[in-house]
Structures are given as structure tokens and as C-alpha cells.
Nanobody, 119 residues
Framework: QVQLVESGGGLVQAGGSLRLSCVAS????????GGWYRQPPGKQRELVAT???????NYADSVKGRFTISIDNVKKTVYLQMNSLKPEDTAVYYC?????????????WGQGTQVTVSS
């Protein structure tokens, strides 16, 4: 069974950095596309960044120039490097990946990791 497990969240002061990791476990052949989404308190889930296996990226305007998404298909991991963090980045961050497995391509979500940025 394929699972996505996120790590790297926590409490950081404004201006600080965090790196989130999302590891795909199970019998998989690779990550086709990866993405990070976030859900701020009392708000809907929103796109943060996406990346294809070929390395094409897309970012929300609010994080451009501060966040970097990357993918390592040897480690089957999607990363989100977050720099110059702001209090408005506080949210639960979720990993999403389209994974090539025994059943072909399937979409999976991680359980979420909390990021809290203090002012």
C-alpha cells in the first residue's frame, strides 16, 4: 500500500526557514508529479507549489521567491524549502503526489504537518 509521510514542520520565528519532506513508501516506480498544499486556520486548502517529474514548477503568488519545491525520485521524496517565513504562512501543510505503482498512476495525500510562524 502506498503512503505519503510528511515531516519537517514546526514552530519558527518570522524570517526563519523550514524544509518539509514527503516520502512515498510502498511498491512504487516513481513520482510522476508532486505538490504541496496548505490549509490556514479557518480557511480552505490552497495550492502552494507543484512540480512535474521533468522539473517544471508552479508556485502560488504568495510564496514565489521564498519557497522552492523539488523532487528526488531516487529517494521517492518531494521537498518544500521555505525561506523568509511570514506569520501568514502558518497552516497545516499537505503533500500530494501522483505515483506510478502496481495499479498504474494514482493520487495520494499525506496526513499533514503543522507549520507555525510567530511574529
Amino acid at each position: 500500500q502506498v503512503q505519503l509521510v510528511e515531516s519537517g514542520g514546526g514552530l519558527v520565528q518570522a524570517g526563519g526557514s523550514l524544509r518539509l519532506s514527503c516520502v512515498a513508501s510502498g511498491i512504487i516506480f516513481g513520482i510522476n508529479t508532486g505538490g504541496w498544499y496548505r490549509q490556514p486556520p479557518g480557511k480552505q486548502r490552497e495550492l502552494v507549489a507543484t512540480i512535474t517529474g521533468g522539473g517544471s514548477t508552479n508556485y502560488a503568488d504568495s510564496v514565489k521567491g521564498r519557497f522552492t519545491i523539488s523532487i528526488d525520485n531516487v529517494k521517492k521524496t518531494v521537498y518544500l524549502q521555505m525561506n523568509s517565513l511570514k506569520p501568514e504562512d502558518t497552516a497545516v501543510y499537505y503533500c500530494n503526489a501522483r505515483v506510478a505503482g502496481l495499479r498504474g498512476l494514482d493520487d495520494y495525500w499525506g496526513q499533514g504537518t503543522q507549520v507555525t510562524v510567530s511574529s
